[in-house]
């Protein structure tokens, strides 16, 4: 299994860069994925990683963009914006969750 | 993943049938495209139309006659013959059915899902020929709609990108 080291800490990876081990996730490893992505983490999104996070521990899936909406009071419109091109995979990486599997 | 020379980078649907089997699955790619990044357009043309028009688009059903692939109870089920599909409510009791199905996987009902992918940065044309056949007007149409396009000026607007019927 694939592994990147990020501020020092040796993080399970799968070959996409998707952390196969969420117990080794942190903030500031959050803070580095997004950066790897071309983004610099604000409030808005901690939001959106916060629900996935809160989400994924109930559900065991990372949430669609129609929980995304109704559930976490996030519109489409605003994720598109803070994670562009691919906002639920990009917003799943940095908070430590697998790669979506829904196609909706 | 997102570095592949041969990663498509654009898609136009266009979306002809005008039944919930007909719409859905160019929505479903249409949405999914704008999921991974890929930049969309969606044509509606001929009854395809019905799905972004104001009036009729949350009312769009299954077809149960003519459909040769339609099974009752369930997708598993038998076969449902003409001419029990052809009895009143068959159709909306068929539409409620996959309805509940799709809400279990959260695929939005039509005029929510036109919404979202009008949110996600997806472009929806409607087709200038069935327009003008169906003698619509702005009005009739969902706001999403940018605006009513000819084959010629879609085509221009699909250069580049991969052309996709539905």
Request: charge should be positive.
């Amino acid at each position: 299994m694939p592994q990147k080291i990020i501020n020092g800490a040796t993080l399970d990876v799968n070959d996409e860069g998707y952390l196969t081990n969420h117990a080794q996730w942190t903030r500031p490893i959050a803070a580095a994925l997004a950066q790897e992505l071309g983004i610099t983490l604000a409030d808005a999104h901690w939001k959106v990683i916060e629900f996935i996070d809160k989400d994924f521990k109930e559900k065991g899936v990372v949430p669609g963009m129609r929980r995304m909406n109704k559930i976490g009071g996030i519109p489409t419109k605003d994720l598109y914006a803070l994670f562009p091109d691919g906002p639920i995979k990009k917003a799943a990486k940095t908070a430590g969750y697998p790669k979506p599997a829904s196609c909706v | 993943m997102s570095d592949h020379p041969d990663k498509i980078k654009k898609v136009s649907i266009i979306v002809s049938r005008g039944s919930l089997e007909g719409v859905y699955p160019g929505l479903i790619m249409a949405n999914g495209a704008r999921m991974e990044g890929i930049d969309d357009s969606l044509f509606f043309t001929f009854l395809g139309l019905y799905a972004v028009l104001k009036k009729y688009m949350g009312h769009i059903k299954i077809a149960t006659v003519g459909n040769t692939a339609m099974r009752v109870p369930d997708a598993k089920g038998f076969p449902l013959p003409t001419f029990l599909g052809a009895l009143p409510g068959m159709s909306a009791f068929a539409t409620a059915m996959m309805n509940k199905e799709m809400a279990k996987l959260n695929i939005p009902p039509i005029p929510e899902f036109v919404e979202m992918i009008h949110d996600t940065g997806g472009k929806l044309y409607a087709c200038k020929a069935t327009v003008d056949m169906f003698h619509l007007t702005k009005e009739d149409f969902c706001p999403q709609i940018e605006r009513v396009l000819t084959v010629g000026e879609f085509y221009v607007l699909s250069a580049g990108g991969q052309i996709i019927f539905t």
